[in-house]
């Protein structure tokens, strides 16, 4: 009953008129830069945070998280109009979706998109809100040991588990560590790495890091690639109003993806594009026309689509109680909760349950929003679309920068944006995955903290790193996320891991 | 494989794994030259450094295992020019933005990127470019008080 009652204040405390203007800007230029091609939720988060700078916590929280919904929104609009997907999650969606528009029905597609992620964004949300107070008792419980190996578990499974490559994955995740390790140490207030230069003390920002690798190394990335040409944008001819047979096909595929969806996501295990895999799969073995799949079947748009939303909501269960970031995506927004001295985790619903509540209940506005917002506007979203390559990489750069300079406008910090923006290029050139460095340069503070406070409860005897059944457990899954891909790999399925790799969010 | 003979070793990522051990001894260095009180010894500021520095060693010798290996995916051929542009506009904007302001020195990294695109004429879209950015000054320095520098241009109007 308590969840009732808090998320009731919660709802009340969104609908406040400023909450719903901050909410409805959130999702406008959300969904906005989500259908930009080649933007995903990851970088459109990352170039959006400075908008939300000056406002105060609660507000700026409330248009974060509109972005965040409206990015994922977004994303499956270019995904069906285009073909060349703005967000790893939604390249399911761009297989059945791009043939449904190739073929006319471009409307129903994007609707049942639509639709399918409100139903699955109010279910997963409301799932959330439920979830979250058991997963809050039980993280109390958790001592630092517990946390550290946690942590292990996160920072395995975003960078070995999926992609092709553990050797890769790992690379990115130790170049992310060895970053977080500039600055001043928390415990001892020793400076490290950071070679005499002040603007290195307070460490190096995440959003720096992160609007560098995705906004300039992808820039950089296709100005040089050749092969990269202009996709053709499907015209959405007829109706966008699905037929009484397009509901029928589509109801279910929603609830399953969902049901998919919000699990996956809330596992340290990966991101969305795993379970919109896994949802496409279900559909294609239940559906009663398997044939349609692959020339453009209604139920593989609805239930990767669902699926999609329902995990980005399931993101949100182990980033507010654990304070552990699974995605790209999740670890910026983490970085925003920082940014106001807020870190999340099971105190930050202790101490700040006001905020949280009203968060999760503005989750659940922005997803009303945006169907209203999604439907009768598509043709305007579709507009966005035809932007050309030119004008829209200049606008991404200048918007990269703006960010920067608006956090901290220094010619060493606009230097720093340059160079990680090569790192990101050199990444992306030789097929290193980009989250594990974001992740890494978040996680990597935190997982020392816990580390050297169960180090230092034992007097520095690190059999207390093993000494718990809840770490032997986590280490144990850590362990099988590690060898059932390596055998995967050997026994040449690999390709089916390279799919489920997470480039983005 | 970029080299198509299995047995020539991939030079770009022998390249690579060198990164990676530099990046590890100069964390190892830096990580020796601090100064911590005794009480930390045990527990300190320096070992989660020095575990990074052995996790990055490990993953060098792997990449070069990978290189001599070619098990690296297929690159394919990329073109430098179009990057030497957009990186020309990140370096002027950034010389210049204190002096010029946001909205040249951004109209000057909007038309150089452009450029880099195949966007020609420069001048027009620097045209482009800084109305575009001033516009963005207007709404993001004056509407949400973020402290973006001004130049003689934005003074003219505020």
Known sequence: MDTFVLLAQGLAGAMEP????????????GTAVGVLPGIGPALTVALLLPVTYRLDPGGSLIMFAGIYYGGMYGGSTTSILLNTPGESASIITALEGNKMARAGRGGPALATAAIGSFVAGLLATLALAFVAPWVVRFALSLGPADYFALMVLAFVTVSAALGDSALRGLTALFI???????????????????????????????????????????TLKMAASPSAGAEKIEAVKGSVWMSREDWKRSWKPWLRGTLIGFPIGSMP????????????????????????????????????????????????????????????????????????????????????????????????????????????????????????????????????????????????????????GLLGYGLRRFDYPIAPVVVGLILGPLAEQQLRRALAIA??????????????????????????????????????????????? | MSTGNPRRPDRPVLVIAAALFALAALIVWQTREMQVAATYARVGPRQFPYVVAAGLAALGVGTVI?????????????????????????????????????????????????????????????????????????????????????????????
């Open chain 1, 18 to 29: 400023m909450n719903l203007l901050y909410a409805l800007i959130g999702v406008t230029i």
């Open chain 1, 176 to 218: 992310g560590l060895a970053l977080a390790t500039v600055g001043i140490d928390l415990q001892t207030g020793q400076a490290r790495m950071t070679f005499g230069i002040p603007d290195l003390l307070d460490g190096i920002e995440v959003t720096t890091l992160a609007v560098a690798l995705f906004a300039v190394g992808e």
């Open chain 1, 269 to 420: 295990a990966g991101g969305a594009d795993v379970a919109s895999f896994l949802s496409y799969s279900a559909e294609r073995s239940f559906a009663r026309h398997p044939e349609e799949f692959g020339n453009g079947a209604i139920e593989g748009v609805a239930g990767p689509e669902a699926a999609n939303n329902a995990s980005a909501a399931g993101t949100l269960v182990p980033l507010l109680t654990l304070g552990l970031p699974t995605t790209a995506t999740a670890a910026i927004i983490l970085a925003a909760f920082q940014q106001f001295g807020l870190q999340p985790g099971p105190l930050l619903f202790a101490n700040n349950a006001e905020l949280v509540w009203s968060l999760i209940a503005s989750l659940l506005v922005a997803n009303l929003m945006l169907i209203v917002l999604n439907l009768p506007m598509i043709g305007l979203w579709v507009r966005l679309l035809t932007i050309p390559r030119h004008w829209l990489y200049a606008g991404i750069l200048s918007f990269a920068t703006l960010g920067t300079i608006g956090a901290n406008p220094s010619v060493f910090e606009l230097g720093l944006l340059l160079a990680f």
């Open chain 1, 459 to 505: 007097q520095g005897d690190p059999v207390i790193l093993v000494s718990s059944p809840v770490a032997l457990v986590l280490y144990g899954i850590a362990i099988v996320a590690v060898l059932v891909p390596l055998i995967l790999r050997l026994r040449g399925r690999g390709k089916v891991l390279a799919q489920l790799a997470s480039d983005e969010d």
């Open chain 2, 66 to 158: 990978a290189a001599l290996r070619g098990s690296f995916p297929e690159r394919e051929k990329e073109e430098f020019g179009p990057m030497a542009w957009i990186v020309a506009g990140l370096v002027i904007q950034m010389l210049i933005l204190r002096t010029a302001g946001f909205s040249v020195a951004t109209g000057i990294l909007f038309a150089l990127s452009a450029r880099g695109f195949g966007r020609r004429p420069v001048w027009l879209s620097f045209l482009i470019g800084t109305v575009f950015s001033f516009l963005i000054w207007i709404l993001f320095a004056r509407g949400l008080q973020l402290s973006l520098p001004a130049g003689p241009l934005e003074r003219l109007f505020f």
